[in-house]
């Protein structure tokens, strides 16, 4: 089955960047659409950017436009989350997600999930 495993969290000041990475491995990757969601404590997951299993379109939540950009390199079963001007509401547990061929946005739902790594933005 698929496995999803994050790396690349860590501790940045505000203003800062930060690329946090996914490796994806026991399937077909380039047949997988990819995304990457946040969650705060106390608050719900949420969606953050997606890129498409094929043509690379790519979605992103309205609060992170413009800031972050998502990328996947199919030779090396990766994707990728870089993290431009960050913010310390960014601050969270990201984490990486995949569903099989279709839509690379929040819907329909990913079903497949890493195990997360936390991203802190202080002020």
């Known amino acids: 089955q698929v496995q999803l495993v994050e790396s690349g969290g860590g501790l940045v000041q505000a203003g800062g960047s930060l690329t946090v990475s996914c490796a994806f491995s026991?399937?077909?990757?380039?047949?997988?659409?990819m995304g990457w969601f946040r969650q705060a404590p106390g608050k719900e997951r949420e969606f953050v950017a997606g890129?498409?299993?094929?043509?690379?379109?790519?979605y992103y939540t309205d609060s992170v436009k413009g800031r972050f950009t998502i990328s996947r390199d199919n030779a090396k079963n990766m994707v990728y989350l870089q993290m431009n001007s960050l913010k310390p509401e960014d601050t969270a547990g990201y984490y990486c997600?995949?569903?099989?061929?279709?839509?690379?946005?929040?819907?329909?739902?990913?079903?497949?999930w890493g195990q997360g790594t936390q991203v802190t933005v202080s002020s």
């Open positions: 026991g399937r077909t990757f380039s047949s997988y659409s």
């Open positions: 890129i498409s299993w094929i043509g690379g379109s790519t």
């Open positions: 997600a995949a569903k099989w061929r279709t839509s690379a946005g929040p819907t329909p739902p990913y079903n497949i």
